[in-house]
């Protein structure tokens, strides 16, 4: 500080001031002594060049502080301390920091005098220019305890309160006698002071951490934040805030230090984002330091905390559901969600599951995939044949959407059919069995099962016309009409035809052969009798059958005759005749005729039933001439063995070669007359023959014996027995009442 001096005017009573420097941003002040609430100085430092100059503390706190001294030693016995020797106080602006004002309480005093009392007394900077007191060997008393000087420093690196011997050839250390400068010839007290630190520079921010600060996508929940921030002078205060919401970290600064704050601080902290909107915010950090300055920084960050919400029902393009597909190909179209969703659509889930026929869900064949984007339409392939259903989840950045809807029923089957089960018949098949379909079964159950069910089969017959027949009931069975094909042989082939509308491939259809004949042989009938007849010729019924589809051809044993063609012929109270082939013959004989006969051909069809009703009587009537009764010789009895007698005539004979009727009376198997009385009476030998016709017309002469001991001989000539006397005695007495006589 040498070479430049201050002159400050003393007035007692009066301090010198300078005009006060408003405070601005970026500074701070720091405190020491009576300034410090706790009367501490931890800002000016101490430096003395020899122990005739001393610097120290005598107390900034309590009745009558010393403050900070530095000044000359007081010797009784003198001496000198060296020039440019010196006593300071020191207080030196941080780093990058200027001073720009100082409030301070001090006293300066010196002696004055000679030579050896020329001191430097004073506060200057760095410059060595003095702001207050100065050099010289006058005498100098300024400031007081409790008095400050307001000095404007602007760009001031440090200030220095001290003393300095000023004189070449020493400064004098000898007491002065005076008690109120402590004996000393000079002197330096520092009170109280108030440094105002100018501090241009800001924090300095770094080591930005977490999702808050790096994250360019979009954030939900509770997430972290962290930064740290170092300055020259400290700092004093972090923050974080966001939407409103703010979080602030203080340090514990010391105004009593040049650098009151500590030099870096980090706040690591963390904001639940679910409080927060849907959408765009600005998270915003800054520190500031112990002057007042501050450093900030910004980044947007997006937040979405709402799940999107379920999409719209699917829809199926293309066929109806309830249409089975072959190929595995299914598109469904279906509204994104309008609402929820803070966050752009970006992927969506497709869930398919399998359902039963009764459209139940099989949880234990549901399976979800992972899709991009959300294009509102989506191509499904199904794991198998079978049903299934689908549903959407429509996701955002974060957040998996609600499920949607599930969609109609999907129908893929691509399983071909397999071979049908049909019993196709062994033999020919008549009009009976022709009534009767021919059963078309689903394949076994070896083969895969079309999970579209079997709904219906094609029928091709002789290689050409196709029938569809179709599959009914629960066990998907058809029906073939065999009444539709014509009478013939017939050649065909069953294919099953799935849900799908997949058929059973040609090399694997069911085949076989229907023989079919519908129409009844014709039967010819020659030799019968015109209905009721009366006949006396033997009878003999030649039947003969054709027939122009399945024949007449008899049976090969063992079979039964009925497997083959035949002819069936039954009399009355006769059992059923079956003679096998075409041709048959029946002589029933005599008797009352009901003749039935019919034809079969091999197909089983019968002709209709023939009738044949007559009377066949070729036996001519017999019996002869009972013997003659003891008791009736005049009696003539005939027996005649005819059930049914035309007529009957007795004749008599007396003269060989002729014969004259008698009356004669008939009766079942009998006819009787008596000898006329012309022949009886003169007891003429006579001869008898009965002239019988049977109903049929037979005629027979019976001239022989029907029974006794000449039964079967002829009747010969019959003698009339003598009369014999007869007696009679008759008595008259009177009559009774209602008595007659002859």
Request: proline residues 8%; hydrophobic residues 40%.
């Amino acid at each position: 500080m040498l070479g430049r001096s201050l002159v400050v005017s003393l007035v007692t009573g009066t301090v010198l001031c300078l005009s006060p420097v408003a405070a601005q941003a970026g500074s701070y002040t720091v405190r020491a002594c009576a300034d410090d609430p706790l009367g501490a100085n931890l800002s000016w430092r101490s430096a003395s060049t020899t122990a005739d100059l001393p610097a120290y503390s005598r107390g900034c706190t309590g009745a009558s502080p010393e403050g900070l001294v530095a000044r000359a030693a007081a010797k009784p016995d003198g001496g000198l301390v060296p020039a440019f020797a010196s006593a300071s106080w020191q207080f030196d602006a941080p780093a990058g920091t200027t001073i720009d004002r100082a409030d301070i309480s001090i006293k300066l005093y010196r002696y004055g005098g000679a030579a050896t009392d020329r001191w430097g007394v004073g506060l200057g900077d760095e410059t060595g220019a003095y702001l207050l007191g100065g050099i010289g060997q006058v005498a100098l008393s300024i400031g007081s305890r409790g008095s400050y000087f307001a000095l404007a420093v602007p760009d001031r690196s440090s200030l220095r309160l001290g003393v300095v011997c000023a004189n070449g050839a020493g400064c004098s250390v000898l007491t002065t006698g005076v008690a109120a400068a402590g004996y000393s010839r000079a002197r330096a007290d520092l009170y109280g002071a108030r440094i105002r630190i100018s501090d241009p520079s800001t924090p300095t921010l770094f080591g930005q951490s977490g999702a808050l600060w790096t994250s360019d996508g979009w954030l939900s929940g509770l997430q972290p934040l962290s930064f740290s921030a170092s300055d020259n002078v400290g700092v004093a205060e972090l923050s974080a805030g966001v939407a409103g919401e703010r979080r602030v970290l203080s340090s514990d600064c010391d105004y009593a230090m040049t650098v009151p704050c500590p030099a870096s601080r980090q706040l690591a902290t963390s904001f639940d984002t679910g409080e927060l909107s849907d959408g765009s915010h600005t998270v915003a950090i800054a520190a500031v330091d112990s002057g007042g300055n501050r450093s900030s920084g910004a980044h947007q960050i997006l937040v979405d905390n709402t799940a999107p919400e379920s999409p719209g029902p699917p829809e199926l393009a293309g066929a109806p559901s309830s249409s089975w597909r072959t190929a595995d190909d299914f598109v469904l179209t279906y509204r994104n969600p309008t609402g929820g969703g803070g966050s752009p659509l970006s992927s969506h889930d497709v869930e398919i599951c399998a359902v039963t026929a009764g459209g139940a869900l099989v949880p234990s064949r549901c399976s979800v995939e992972s899709r991009p984007g959300a294009p509102g339409v989506d191509a499904i392939a199904v794991p198998t044949a079978g049903r299934y259903m689908m549903r959407v989840r429509v996701n955002d950045e974060l957040f998996k959407g609600q499920w949607g809807p599930w969609s109609p029923v999907l129908r893929f089957d691509d399983i071909v059919p397999g071979t049908p089960t049909v019993a196709f018949p062994s033999g020919w098949i008549n009009r009976t069995l022709a009534a009767v379909p021919l059963e078309l079964g689903a394949p076994s159950a070896a083969a895969a099962m079309p999970p579209s069910g079997y709904a219906s089969y094609l029928v091709t017959v002789d290689g050409a016309e196709v029938t569809t027949v179709p599959a009914v009931g629960s066990g998907e069975s058809g029906a073939f009409d065999i009444q539709r094909l014509a009478d013939g042989h017939h050649s065909l082939e069953v294919r099953a035809v799935s849900g799908a509308g997949l058929a059973t491939p040609a090399l694997a259809a069911s085949r076989g052969a229907i023989a079919k004949d519908v129409v009844a042989p014709v039967l010819a009938v020659t030799g019968a009798p015109p209905h009721g007849a009366l006949v006396t010729s033997p009878v003999t019924l030649s039947m003969r059958a054709a027939d122009e589809m399945s024949g007449m051809a008899p049976a090969i044993a063992p079979a039964p005759i009925s497997s083959g063609g035949y002819i069936g012929t039954q009399a009355a109270r006769s059992s059923l005749l079956l003679t096998p082939g075409s041709f048959a013959q029946l002589t029933p004989g005599d008797g009352e005729q009901l003749i039935q006969s019919y034809a079969a051909d091999v197909a089983g069809n019968k002709s209709a039933l023939q009738t044949f009703s007559y009377i066949q009587d070729t036996k001519l009537p017999t019996g002869g001439l009972r013997p003659v009764a003891a008791e009736h010789p005049a009696l003539l009895d005939f027996f005649i063995d005819e059930r049914c007698s035309g007529s009957v005539v007795v004749e008599i004979s007396t003269t060989p070669g002729s014969w004259r009727p008698v009356a004669t009376t008939s009766a079942p198997q009998r006819a009787t007359a008596l000898v006329p009385t012309d022949v009886w009476e003169p007891r003429i030998p006579y001869s008898v023959r009965a002239l019988v016709s049977d109903c049929a017309g037979n005629s027979a002469v019976l001239v022989d014996w029907y029974g006794g001991p000449r039964s079967g001989t002829p009747i010969g000539t019959i003698t009339s027995p003598p009369r014999s006397a007869v007696s009679a005695r008759a008595e008259v007495e009177p009559a009774s009442k209602g008595a007659s006589a002859s």
